[in-house]
């Protein structure tokens, strides 16, 4: 969580707000947005989506790894807290179908990436945020081959290189992180709803993005 902004700090991402006096209304910012919409802060020189650091910072709340924050109304630009909502990658994807708002071709797979894009995926494996490729390929609607000759600097070679040397890490080991197959506090996590709650193992899968094969073998490997 973010918890060491500090008054100035807020004030001045405040003044980028548009609130209104009814808070059913979207709240749009005026952040210079990426190709869909989205708007980047930084605190402290580390770099937060607009929406995460709102949801995070209004209900004092940590968005669980794995999971979006997703808009009810449909609007990028908004931040209206009420109408953020946590959601998985699924979610996020079904809602947008519901919406017909497709922002790609249907076929996956053959999509093109934009720069944004190729950074935030870099920016998402080197931060642990997916299991595995197959992950990164459904989040980002590509194929696998796509994300790995990315990984492996066989394609947009020119961002990577830049990613790298800014983030001082080696484009192996952001693809290392993609690989493994769970992350060990996702896990923690899993084992800790098998444990106290009467989910269904498919409803946990939901919750944390990921197959319910996955809870099936840590449940297993759990007894
Ligand atoms: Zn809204």
Redesign the pocket.
Known sequence: MINNVTKEQLRRIAKRIKTTTDTD????HSYAPDKNGYATIYINYQKYRLSRFIYEYHYQEDIPKNMLIC?????PK???P???FIGSHKDNMKDMVNKNRQAKGENQGTSKLTTIEVETILLDCLNNKFNNMSEVSRCYKVSVQQITRILEGESWNHISSKFTKEHNVSLKSIKENTKKSIKENTKNEIIKMLETTNLKQNQIAKMFGVSRHVVGDINKKNK
């Open positions: 209304d979207c709240w749009e808009h009810s109304c449909d609007n908004c931040v209206n009420k109408h953020l």
